[in-house]
């Protein structure tokens, strides 16, 4: 199957700054790629969609002036936490998908934020 | 909010089938029955998919209903790193949610 990547893994910051999380399709150009949330022993959360040379989609509740996305090239999306607290700690995940035929979308390993 | 019903947890014995089961009856013409699994702390896992026919691929089959309002996933021989949780998506292009799944346990 397709190759996703994010980096980093893990980041532990300080309250208040901002982090960046980069999701990479390594073998296949992404059109859509999607952003989840998941908090212990839950589900994974949406919380935008995101199309190439678009502005990201959010869903409700989710503040895009805190979660920052930008899907500039095929290849890579960012997703900035800016002025991070510590509820913003969270295990985030990527998907991304080539937007041909039925689009599977293939998921990041994710990206464990502490936020002290 | 998911499109999907799952029962909260299954337990398999290992090396026998596991059905897990998926209730869906708000699907429209155009969406996706998609199956994903999660191992502790990692991405989902892409499974298999399908829109009404039955599928089958390496890693298990996919059978859907004539009226497509349920589907199950079968995992013919489970072993025990089979062991996660299995998520059920409803999905059309730009929406992809994930219900609260079935958290699979297999036994040796």
């Known amino acids: 199957g397709a190759v996703v990547s994010q980096h980093p893994s893990r980041v532990i910051c300080k309250s208040g700054t901002s982090v960046k999380i980069e999701c990479r399709s390594l073998d296949f150009q992404a059109t859509t790629m999607f952003w989840y949330r998941q908090f212990p022993k839950q589900s994974l959360m949406l919380m935008a969609t995101s199309n190439e040379g678009s502005k990201a989609t959010y869903e409700q509740g989710v503040e895009k002036d805190k979660f920052l996305i930008n899907h500039a090239s095929l290849t890579l999306s960012t997703l900035t936490v800016t002025s991070a607290h510590p509820e913003d700690s969270s295990f985030y995940i990527c998907?991304?998908?080539?937007?041909?035929?039925?689009?599977?979308?293939?998921f990041g390993p994710g990206t464990r934020l502490t936020v002290l | 909010d998911a499109k999907t019903t799952q029962p909260p947890s299954m337990d398999c014995a290992e090396g026998r089938a596991a059905n897990l089961p998926c209730n869906h009856s708000?699907?429209?013409?155009?969406?996706?029955v998609y199956w994903y699994r999660q191992i502790h702390s990692q991405g989902p896992q892409y499974i298999i998919h399908?829109?009404?026919n039955n599928e089958t691929n390496e890693m298990a089959s996919l059978i859907i209903t004539e009226d497509r309002k349920s589907s199950t996933l079968i995992l013919p021989h489970a072993t025990l790193r089979d062991t996660a949780v299995y998520y059920c998506i409803v999905r059309d292009y730009n929406d992809m949610r994930f219900g609260a799944g079935t958290r699979l346990t297999v036994k040796p």
């Open positions: 998907s991304a998908g080539s937007g041909s035929g039925t689009d599977t979308q293939y």
């Open positions: 399908g829109l009404k």
């Open positions: 708000t699907i429209s013409g155009n969406e996706y």
